[in-house]
């Protein structure tokens, strides 16, 4: 706010480069000339001030439009987000659902705490997006809006001149100024958190000016472009995030966990690994091998075991120079260790020389090649 100290009581008291020579004090009603320099240095910066594009100080129409539909907008947004985050927030529930209820737990909490991740890195990077777009529509309201009344009844004034602005040339929200032809906001929201952040300038009025032009600029310049690339931008970059994260995870080579115990079945594709578990029936605890989710199409998710079958129990290191076949393929065993995200595993080389890894249940030793 351009200022002066009133001549009468000392306090500061608006004044404009409409009227250089007419200033009102609201705290002792004093109206009459500016004291000093002060109307001559006004004209100054009058004179500055109408030396500049006056595009410097108006609103394109997006922006207009931007600031006039803010709160249908963000709005909007928040439906979007909510609407968005629904199918996410199902598929989470649904993998830690079946996390809980699996009897097989080798990997669960790893997968439980990236699904987890993977749901708070979705919704905070939605709440991220939000906060972003409200802050730079904050920061473009707080750049053009205008100087609050001084006294409840009267005018708002011009952000960058001073002058009264009666509305006129705006559309709703937004009041251009008949004297300098800057746009202002004067939505009464706006202008109330104007009034908490008001600052009294009594320094050059021609820098105050300049100054006020500047940071119009800044804010305004790209805006509407700004706003649209941070919404599709900073979700596309959580997502490349999320995707290396688990590529690094998948890529770790852990020791294997000696805690799980492996057998080989007989299967209609031949003997075939699975994990070793006990499952209650009857009273009667009878052997069972899950071939968990990565194994072939043919087998089933897992098979309970007739009692006195002979169960072979196998050991992760055994399977190191064994032919195997799997789901990605047939080849020899060249490492076993443990994944973040598949639990122990092994790196299987194809006969053309490529590699590809794969569980260590559902492993099928000797069998015919996978389909």
């Not at 990565?294 to 032919?323: D, K, N």
Request: charged share 15%.
């Amino acid at each position: 706010m351009l200022a002066v100290h009133c001549p009468q009581c000392g306090r500061p008291a608006p004044v404009s480069l409409a009227s250089p020579d007419l200033m009102a004090c609201a705290a002792c009603h004093y109206r009459g000339p500016p004291p000093g320099d002060a109307a001559q240095r006004l004209r100054a910066a009058a004179h500055a001030l109408f030396q500049t594009d006056v595009r410097r100080r108006q609103l394109s129409e997006a922006l207009r439009r931007m600031l006039v539909t803010a709160s249908q907008r963000h709005a909007r947004l928040l439906v979007v987000f909510g609407l968005a985050a629904v199918p996410i927030s199902a598929l989470c529930a649904f993998l830690l659902l079946g996390l809980w209820v699996t009897p097989d737990t080798e990997g669960n909490l790893v997968v439980g705490g990236m699904t987890v991740a993977a749901w708070l890195g979705t919704v905070g990077t939605g709440a991220a997006v939000l906060a972003l777009v409200r802050r730079r529509q904050r920061r473009i309201e707080e750049a053009c809006a205008a100087r609050p009344p001084a006294a409840p009844g009267e005018p708002a004034a011009c952000h960058v001149c001073g002058a009264p602005l009666d509305g006129g040339g705006g559309a709703g929200a937004i009041a251009r100024c008949g004297f300098c032809a800057a746009d202002n906001l004067v939505a009464p929201a706006v202008l109330a958190r104007a009034r908490a952040r008001q600052v009294v300038l009594f320094a050059s009025f021609e820098q105050a000016v300049s100054a006020e032009l500047a940071s119009f600029d800044r804010a305004t310049s790209g805006a509407a472009a700004s706003v649209v690339a941070i919404a599709l931008v900073v979700p596309v970059t959580a997502f490349a995030l999320a995707v290396a994260v688990t590529l690094a995870g998948e890529s770790r080579r852990l020791p294997v966990d000696p805690t799980v115990r492996y057998a080989a079945v007989s299967t209609p594709l031949g003997p075939c690994v699975g994990k070793l578990m006990a499952q209650a029936d009857g009273g009667a605890a009878a052997p069972a091998v899950r071939f968990g989710a990565f194994r072939r199409p043919e087998l089933p998710e897992e098979q309970v075991m007739a009692p006195g079958v002979p169960i072979e129990a196998v050991a992760p290191g055994s399977l190191v120079g064994r032919v195997v076949t799997a789901k990605a393929g047939a080849g020899v065993v060249e490492e076993v260790f443990s994944s973040p995200l598949r639990g122990n595993s092994v790196t299987v080389r194809r006969n053309d020389g490529t590699s590809f890894t794969s569980s260590i249940a559902g492993l099928c030793l000797d069998g015919p090649p996978a389909r």
